[in-house]
């Protein structure tokens, strides 16, 4: 169509448009509808433009004042209008700013302010195009665009909200004096937003807030920097992403970023450190590029560091690519001002801010190096912090941390400053933090770092710990030191044995009992020696270290089970027995707890079983002194469970001294009187065990026993024993069989038992009965003890055969023992 037709067709409309009959809604729009397609069909070539502008800019002019009509439909249209006439490039560079004051006055917070979400919409996208083809300077409308944008950053709607950002991006790209003056007013809302519900908004807000930080004084960078931190945690990775990119962007581009590099580092690290693999390359990338930009910029400070790199360190940390030399040197530089913040942040209440910070903290030991050393107390403050959070992912990053200090410190220094600094209250996660330590060396610990280690850990405060992580990493700490050194001392092989010895004696787990086992067969074949002789070359130091002022062991004393474990597993010399009877002595005392003397009397059945009869014969008259002063005393009859329990365990370990065969006759011949009348009282007792073992004492005291005691008191205890014929368990009775065979049995033959026939009649008369017990065995047993001990008094036993023989309902027996008694008369 020629310029004059078209020409024409704007002026009919705009002249429609402007006349006083346009004053109904419906005539207006379809006006503005009939101007939009002449300006979409017909003005296609921009040359169009120097004849119409006069004409397009009175049509601009109305079209702004349509902008506040009451009708909606009229309002989107005269916004489509403009937009494509904007796209359309049918807009001269001096009406814009009209354009500008028009949107500005219906999206100020004022009463004009347009009230649909959609109309809204189309200002921003017809200020997005009027922003983008604007090519004078931007001043004019600097005050409108900012007034816009900071009002609709903040609106109701999501989408104005995301729309703004977009706009303020492309308002940043024109790089216009003008920006600069007018960014801090985008910071409040900016701040606003970042949080918003929708990762969309939070993504655009992240790269608009990006485009202004270069703009801000320090006050208002350092706070923008506190709300891109916590982007950091938000839950979606495309936001982490964005800013990821602007901290990048920042690091290598804002004017004064050298000042605040302790500040960005931090952010940028951390996220190296990201769950999701796509944000932890695009950091690596990033953080490369800072690297080298910073070698590039400062290239004559590095010269010869550029030219003459040394080599690559030796066995360096596994799974770990070495950053670049810019990288490091960057975090060196500034990790004087990068620990303070990062500390704090370590002991945060926030969890994720815990985790995230001890992951950070590792970045910088890896970036620094062995330049770590002149931060190392700060360093390890650090590393015991997040090695006593309550996240284990924190913990187990504070072990990384530890172990990199291992391979980077002078094992001198790094265990120094570390014994320092936990000697006062050691704790599980110490003693983590050391073993961390020490797996990180990959050379041989120095002779002196060792002895150290060994005697920190050797103390009485740190290897008698009762808490199982205190164990665990107690172990952990031998373990790496075993595998550390390929020599060991005399000296560093006892201090190792005395803390594994503590911790098998305390430990509260069998895993850690299994692995103490192990580590003691690690620390024999270290010494190229079998585990036996290792007992035998520091069992004996350690019991005389342990047992000082072992009169005051009460049932927490770590020395008890410490005590225990030694003797249960190693093994007893004469030496050493002369040491433990006393010990033993001291603590069966009847002023000692019962937990105690249960304790030590389950000992020393242990002690007494390992003992050879050489020892027996050597040792004979301090094994007295435990039976006289330690057992005797316990197997006093008291009321209660606990006093039972005691007699049942002192009975049993004096069965296990006394059933020696090779000093039996003399032993029994010292203290018979006193052990027979104790025994004969245990005969009544509460506990089945203790019964039975009553029974297995008299069993095998009473052959040895004539001719050291009266024989009246030996008639009596066996007097008493009848009793248990009736107990309600088969093995006792069956055990009191055995009894009154030995009794019979442990006199001469040509003793004279004519003068105890009151006492033969009755134990005659009580065992009789009982031939005709429903237990086949019991009836067996009795038959048979009738029939050897028959000889002592013929006539009795038959006398009480005949009188109670009608009672009975085995008379095949009755006549059999009758049949035995008049063969022996004959």
Request: charged share 25%; with cysteine; proline share 3%.
């Amino acid at each position: 169509m020629e310029e004059e037709n078209v020409s024409k067709l704007i002026s009919e409309s705009f002249e429609k448009l402007s006349s006083q009959k346009t004053s109904n809604d419906i005539t207006k729009r379809n006006i503005l509808k009939e101007l939009h397609k002449i300006i979409l069909t017909n003005c296609h070539d921009g040359s169009h433009e120097k004849n119409l502008n006069n004409l397009l800019k009175n049509v601009v002019e109305s079209l702004n004042i349509i902008l506040f009509d009451r009708s909606e439909r009229c309002r989107e249209i005269s916004l489509l209008i403009l937009k494509d006439m904007t796209r359309l490039s049918f807009i001269s560079n001096d009406v814009f700013p009209s354009i500008i004051n028009a949107i500005a006055k219906r999206l100020r917070k004022t009463d004009e302010r347009e009230q649909s979400e959609e109309i809204r919409l189309l200002h921003l996208a017809l200020l997005y195009e009027i922003i983008e083809k604007y090519e004078g300077d931007l001043l004019p409308c600097t005050n409108d665009i900012s007034s816009i944008l900071a009002a609709c950053i903040i609106d109701n709607c999501p989408d104005v909200k995301r729309r703004s950002c977009e706009c303020l991006l492309v308002f940043a790209s024109k790089k216009d004096s003008c920006f600069r003056m007018a960014a801090s007013n985008f910071l409040k809302p900016l701040l606003i937003i970042i949080s918003h519900q929708h990762l969309k908004t939070r993504t655009l807000c992240v790269k608009a807030l990006g485009c202004i930080v270069n703009y801000l004084n320090n006050k208002e960078f350092q706070e923008a920097l506190i709300h891109l931190a916590q982007r950091l945690f938000d839950r979606s990775p495309l936001v982490r992403i964005a800013v990821t990119e602007v901290i990048g962007n920042m690091l290598m581009n804002v004017d004064d970023r050298y000042s605040y590099f302790h500040l960005l580092i931090p952010l940028e690290l951390s996220s190296l450190h990201d769950e999701v693999l796509e944000v932890r390359s695009k950091a690596e990338d990033i953080w490369k590029k800072v690297g080298n930009q910073y070698i590039v910029e400062n290239e004559k400070d590095y010269k010869d560091l550029i030219d003459f790199p040394p080599p690559d360190p030796s066995d360096y940390p596994d799974k770990e690519i070495r950053p670049s030399v810019g990288c490091r040197i960057i975090v060196q530089r500034h990790l004087f001002n990068i620990l303070p913040p990062l500390l704090h942040d370590m002991a945060d209440w926030v969890p994720e801010t815990r985790i995230k910070s001890s992951k950070v903290l590792y970045s910088l030991i890896l970036h620094s190096e062995d330049k770590i050393t002149m931060q190392l107390p700060k360093v390890l403050e650090g590393i015991m912090i997040a090695a006593k959070a309550e996240e284990r992912e924190a913990a187990e990053q504070a072990m990384r941390c530890a172990e990199l200090l291992g391979y980077f410190v002078d094992s001198n220094h790094l265990f120094d400053s570390l014994l320092n600094l936990i000697h006062k209250s050691p704790s599980a996660p110490h003693l983590s933090i050391l073993a961390a330590c020490i797996r990180g060396q990959k050379k041989d610990i120095s002779k002196e770092c060792l002895k150290a280690v060994c005697k920190f850990l050797s103390e009485v405060e740190v290897c008698r710990t009762r808490e199982g992580d205190g164990q665990a990493n107690l172990l952990l700490c031998v373990d790496a030191l075993l595998f550390s050194v390929s020599k060991i001392g005399s000296v560093v092989s006892y201090d190792l044995f005395s803390i594994l010895s503590s911790v098998s004696g305390l430990a509260v787990s069998d895993s850690i009992l299994s692995k103490a086992s192990e580590l003691f067969q690690c620390l024999a074949e270290l010494q190229a020696c079998t585990k036996i002789s290792l007992f035998e070359q520091h069992s004996m130091p350690l019991l005389k270290m342990i047992s000082q002022n072992n009169e005051l062991w009460t049932s927490v004393s770590p020395e008890v089970p410490i005590f225990s474990f030694i003797i249960e597993s190693g093994f007893l010399d004469e030496k050493m027995l002369e040491l433990i009877i006393p010990i033993l002595i001291n603590n069966l005392h009847h002023s000692k707890e019962a937990k105690v003397r249960c304790k030590i009397l389950s000992l020393s059945i242990s002690v007494f079983k390992k003992m050879s009869s050489t020892f027996y014969e050597s040792l004979s008259e301090k094994i007295l002194e435990v039976i006289r002063i330690g057992i005797f005393p316990n197997l006093t009859w008291s009321a209660g469970r606990t006093a039972s329990s005691l007699r049942a365990i002192a009975a049993a370990t004096l069965f296990e001294i006394i059933n020696k065969t090779c000093i039996k006759k003399e032993m029994v011949a010292s203290i018979g009187d006193e052990l027979l009348p104790i025994i004969a009282t245990l005969s009544d007792d509460d506990e089945v065990a203790t019964r039975l073992v009553t029974c297995k004492l008299l069993e095998i005291t009473l052959p040895h026993l004539y001719g050291s005691i009266d024989d009246i008191k030996i008639h009596t205890a066996c007097y008493e024993i009848l009793r248990s014929l009736d107990d309600v368990s088969d093995d006792i009775r069956l055990m009191t069989v055995k009894v009154l065979k030995a009794y019979i049995e442990s006199f001469p033959t040509d003793y004279n038992w004519s003068l105890y026939r009151s006492y033969l009649k009755h134990l005659f008369e009580n065992v009789l009965i009982h031939m005709d017990d429903k237990n086949e065995k019991m009836r067996q047993n009795i038959f048979d003890l009738l029939k050897t001990t028959a000889f002592v008094a013929p006539d009795v036993l038959l006398q009480e055969i005949e009188a109670k023989r009608y009672l009975m309902s085995t008379s095949d027996l009755c006549d059999t023992l009758t049949e035995h008694i008049k063969n022996m008369k004959l």
